[in-house]
């Protein structure tokens, strides 16, 4: 199940699982983000409540079971472990998000100043109006950075498994020099997918920090 929310105009799923409670499993953002059980009319925040279909699903109580299995969990990451990354795992034992790559990506409204300062100012600054401003643009320059990162990721990821292959390969043909030689490039192509998943967290960071000091000032125009 998910609800729809905003971040600053940029309208997001918010998934969860639904216990059959009149509760819901999910990665609550109030404060530091965790896996936590709230109400229905906690999860929805005012907004209407879809069901997700999945072509292949655990049944009920075991979605549950697994939901469960992560109350209490700290570890929210936009790009590896955020809201739709846990209810899909709990459904089907996949990690994965298919919102991802839709996630905030208004390149046309977009400008490039450096996204950390973005977001000092956003949170520093005394004028709501001129924060929200801030924090739209801070948004925007995370999607840049997200819609260059990610495939850079990807294909890192992607060369590493390739080069192992290849090492198996030479291996199976007793060419040890060639089976080095792969896996010293298997080597280097994890190290550089470890980098830029450092950087994908960093943003993920930045995002959740983004979000919550948006709420703050949203609190403060009421």
């Not at 520093?124 to 924060?131: C, L």
């Not at 924090?135 to 995370?142: H, I, K, S």
């Not at 495939?151 to 292959?165: I, K, L, M, S, V």
């Amino acid at each position: 199940m998910y609800a729809m929310r905003e971040i600053m105009g940029i309208p997001y799923e918010h998934h969860g699982i639904d216990c059959g409670d009149s509760t819901v499993i999910h990665y609550s953002k109030s404060g530091e983000a965790t896996v936590a059980r709230t109400s229905r009319e906690a999860f929805a925040r005012g907004s209407r409540i879809y069901v997700k279909r999945q072509s292949t699903a655990f049944i009920p109580d075991v979605v549950i079971d697994r939901a469960e299995s992560r109350l209490g969990e700290c570890e929210y990451d936009l790009f590896f472990n955020n809201c739709e990354h846990f209810a899909t795992w709990c459904k089907t034992g996949d990690s994965e998000c298919e919102q991802l790559n839709n996630f905030g990506l208004r390149l046309d409204q977009i400008k490039q100043p450096q996204v950390s300062d973005l977001a000092s100012r956003a949170a520093q600054n005394e004028s709501p109006a001129k924060t929200m401003q801030l924090f739209q643009e801070a948004l925007g320059n995370v999607a840049i950075a997200t819609q260059t990162l990610l495939p850079q990721y990807n294909r890192a990821t992607e060369d590493g498994f390739t080069w192992h292959r290849v090492a198996q390969k030479a291996l199976e043909k007793d060419r040890e020099d060639l089976a080095r030689a792969a896996l010293h490039r298997k080597v280097a192509a994890q190290k550089e997918a470890q980098k830029i998943k450092d950087s994908l967290s960093q943003l993920s960071e930045l995002q959740l920090t983004l979000e919550q000091n948006q709420m703050l000032v949203t609190s403060r125009l009421v």
